[in-house]
Structures are given as structure tokens and as C-alpha cells.
């Protein structure tokens, strides 16, 4: 029989309040998340209402509930109400004269599709999917009629397998003629020469002129490797459109900051207010039956007032440390500009915990009269030591530099990493050959082979 012990253990924790946990939440949110957990809060709590219009003197007084007053010089994509990639071909699909089973089918490949218009599955994978999914039971041929139909719509290169079917595809919806047929030649049978640039390869192996190579790689690179994407955006595109926290100008040689969120300046209501100055009256230290509810709404609504308010106040700090500190960047756009800067940095400025900060910027962006952009990209560290008469180079310059020598490279020559790092040590940046492909694989920046036109 096993023994049994009791074993007595200390365990040391932070446990936050109610209120703490609100407020992490509310610093967390972004602008139209904090929108609509004010909307929600009003909806939820009778106790909380909005203050009627304000005066320009009460405006002043209360700026993080005020709009931004310059909102129209920035330019904010709207929602994109056009038809979506899956409505569109299932408009074609339509038109098409299918049996109900291949018609069934063939919706649900096009619902399979990625919003480039790639189909990843198998036709095995896709009949299993399709039976034990929505239970559509359909023939391996059937399956079959339904991927060419899909296959089919416009614009050519919908439902392709990868990038090189999808490039056949464009090829052989073209018109015959010497200058498709080599480009088709070239994706069926040269297809890792193509990619890698290697046109010597291609002309030797598929014996080509230097002419011929050169006009089917032009009709090649002329080709869409998205065709999903010309046909309006999908749903989950059309949800990624950022809508900025703060708005950062400069008006009259001085930079503004301001919240981009539009809550209204909030109260306690008036009724709530009178009953709780009845029940301190009547009370006398005895809480009245049926007086709970009125209690807790009317402290849940002045809690949140308090939290938005802290909320609000803690966004503008962290906003006017980071143009303080990266003003040169504000007032110049250039890039070269902006300091070596870190999260503790921020809170050594403002006094608030480096975990607040964290959150404050996390998730979190700032547009300006160039472009929007997440407030990370303001925070860097520096490369080196910082020498005398000169700023220590941040990691966001290095890129920059790197970036401004890929840009002016011959691109018949591309430059190695390797070369780029002695080009980056000839100006005076100590960094390693890996290094140099960390910040330009950062920036989305192929290898030089890659880059290499021919």
C-alpha cells in the first residue's frame, strides 16, 4: 500500500486585482479594441454614461478624450467592399454547365484555395476533405472534372499546384508562337535554371540563342504569380488595415502628438449619482436591501473612468519619451537619424515599469505625414561602441546602409554578403559577414543570386 505524506511548501507570486487586471488589459488594447470595449462598457454598466458636448474650454481641459483635429491630412485606407477572390469565381463557377456533384465539388475546391489562388491539397486529400467535411461524396473522376473546372476560371493560374504550374498554366492559356513555346520549354524543362538565373545553363541545355533565352525569360517575368490577388482582396487581407494609435505632426515648427481614438468623455450618470448621495444619508453604516446593485454599478463605472483615464495618460507619456528622445527622426524622415533606443530607455525617461512599456508598444503603431509604422520600430540597439564625435550607429542604420548598397549594385554583379561586409567595414561599421544577412533578410532582401538579373 503506497504511504501517504503531507509535505508543506512556500510559494512566492504577485497576484493582481480586479482593476490592475482591467487596466493591463485596456494598455494592451489598440485603438479600435479600446473603442469597443468602451462601447461594450457602456452597453454593460447603466451607471456609466457620456458627457453631453463639451465646450472648447472643457475640450482643453479633457485632451485624451478630444479626436484628433487633424485627422483629414492623413490618409487611411478604408475597408475594401469590392467582391473577394472566392465570390468571383464562384460567379464563373456558376455560368458553367456541371452536374450538381462536380458543381459541389468545385465550390469546395475554391474554398480550398489560398487567397493567391493556389490549391495545396491533393485531389486524394481534397475527396477525403469533401467526405468527411461538409459529406459530399463524389467519384475520383467527378473530383477530377471539378479541378479542371476550377482550374479553368479566369484569370489563368487559379488553382495551380505551385508557382511553376501556376506559370504553365498562363503559358498554355497564350496564343502558340516561338516566343511562348521557349518560355514553356523553359518552366517544364529548365525550371531550376530559371529560378537560380543561371541563363547559360538554359541556353546550353535547351540550345537556345542568347536572343531567344532572353525573350522567353521577358514573357516569363511578365507573368502573375498571384493571380488570386487581381481579383480583389480576400476577407482576411481586408481585416489587416491598421488603424493607428497616435497621429504625430508638426505644426508651426512644433510637433504634436495626439490619440487616435474617438471615446467619448465619460461620467457617472446623474440618477446613479443621486442614489448613492441618498443611501450615504439614509445608510448609517447599514447598507439598505436592494442597495448592492446600485453599489457596484456605480463603482464599476467610476473604476473604469479612472482606468481609461490612466490608460490614456500612460499611451501619451510613453508617445512624447520616444519623440523626445528620436526628434531628430520626427522633424527630418531620415533614417539615419533615429538613436539607439531600448525599452528600458523609455522607462528610465517616464518612470513607469518596463513591463508597461512593453505593453504600451506592443501591437501598438503612429502615423505621420510619411507612412504608418508599428512604435517598435522606433526602439533599436546600438552596433559598436559609440566613438567620440559620433552617434553609435543603431541597428535600424545599419539596414538602411545595407539596403542604400544593394539599391546601387550592379545588378548583372550582385554584391555577396561577404562583399557587402567589407563595403560596411570600409565606412566604418564592425560587422560580421552574418550579421550583414541577418539585417538583409530582415528586410525581405534576397541573396545575391536571387538578384541577379540576366
Not at 113 to 126: A, C, I, K, S, V
Not at 227 to 243: Q, R, W
Not at 347 to 363: C, E, K, P, Q
Amino acid at each position: 500500500m503506497p504511504s501517504q505524506n503531507l509535505e508543506l511548501t512556500q510559494k512566492i507570486g504577485i497576484r493582481l486585482s480586479q482593476q490592475q487586471l482591467r487596466f493591463v488589459r485596456l494598455l494592451e488594447a489598440n485603438a479600435p479594441e479600446l473603442d469597443e470595449a468602451v462601447e461594450r462598457e457602456l452597453e454593460d454598466n447603466p451607471a456609466l454614461g457620456v458627457k453631453e458636448e463639451t465646450t472648447e474650454e472643457d475640450t482643453r481641459r479633457y485632451p485624451v478624450y478630444t479626436p484628433p483635429k487633424r485627422s483629414e491630412d492623413y490618409v487611411f485606407s478604408p475597408a475594401d467592399e469590392t467582391e473577394n477572390l472566392y465570390d468571383q469565381l464562384l460567379a464563373q463557377l456558376s455560368e458553367r454547365d456541371l452536374t450538381p456533384a462536380t458543381e459541389a465539388a468545385a465550390r469546395f475546391i475554391i474554398g480550398s484555395l489560398d487567397p493567391n489562388g493556389y490549391l495545396h491539397r491533393t485531389l486524394r486529400d481534397l475527396i477525403d476533405d469533401m467526405a468527411f467535411g461538409p459529406g459530399i461524396e463524389v467519384t475520383e473522376e467527378e473530383a477530377g472534372r471539378a479541378l479542371a473546372a476550377v482550374r479553368s476560371l479566369d484569370p489563368p493560374g487559379i488553382g495551380a499546384s505551385d508557382l511553376q504550374d501556376c506559370l504553365r498554366m498562363q503559358l498554355q492559356a497564350m496564343p502558340q508562337g516561338k516566343q511562348r513555346d521557349d518560355a514553356l520549354r523553359i518552366i517544364n524543362d529548365a525550371y531550376d535554371a530559371f529560378t537560380m538565373k543561371h541563363k547559360h545553363r538554359i541556353i546550353s541545355g535547351l540550345h537556345m540563342t542568347d536572343r531567344e533565352a532572353s525573350e522567353a525569360i521577358e514573357l516569363i517575368l511578365s507573368l502573375n504569380p498571384k493571380p488570386g490577388a487581381a481579383l480583389g482582396n480576400d476577407p482576411a487581407a481586408a481585416s489587416n488595415i491598421i488603424i493607428p494609435d497616435f497621429i504625430v505632426g508638426i505644426e508651426d515648427d512644433e510637433i504634436t502628438i495626439q490619440l487616435n481614438n474617438r471615446i467619448p468623455e465619460l461620467r457617472v450618470e446623474e440618477s446613479f449619482e443621486q442614489a448613492m448621495r441618498n443611501l450615504e444619508r439614509t445608510a448609517r453604516g447599514k447598507p439598505r436591501k436592494g442597495s448592492e446593485f446600485i453599489v457596484t454599478r456605480y463603482n464599476d463605472a467610476r473604476d473604469f473612468i479612472r482606468i481609461v483615464t490612466q490608460r490614456q495618460q500612460t499611451m501619451m507619456a510613453v508617445m512624447t519619451a520616444i519623440v523626445k528622445i528620436q526628434e531628430e527622426y520626427f522633424r527630418t524622415e531620415d533614417i539615419y537619424r533615429l538613436k539607439p533606443m531600448m525599452i528600458k530607455t523609455i522607462a528610465d525617461l517616464t518612470g513607469l515599469d518596463i513591463s508597461v512599456i512593453s505593453r504600451v508598444t506592443s501591437n501598438k503603431s503612429v502615423a505621420l505625414p510619411w507612412g504608418i509604422f508599428p512604435l517598435r520600430f522606433f526602439f533599436s540597439d546600438s552596433i559598436g561602441e559609440e566613438k567620440e564625435g559620433t552617434d553609435a550607429a543603431t541597428n535600424r542604420k545599419i539596414e538602411a546602409s545595407i539596403a542604400a548598397l544593394i539599391k546601387a549594385e550592379d545588378k548583372r554583379h550582385p554584391l555577396s554578403d561577404r562583399k557587402i561586409m567589407e563595403e560596411m567595414t570600409a565606412q566604418g561599421y564592425d560587422i560580421s559577414r552574418r550579421t550583414v544577412a541577418k539585417y538583409r533578410d530582415r528586410q525581405g532582401i534576397p541573396v545575391a543570386r536571387l538578384r541577379k538579373e540576366m
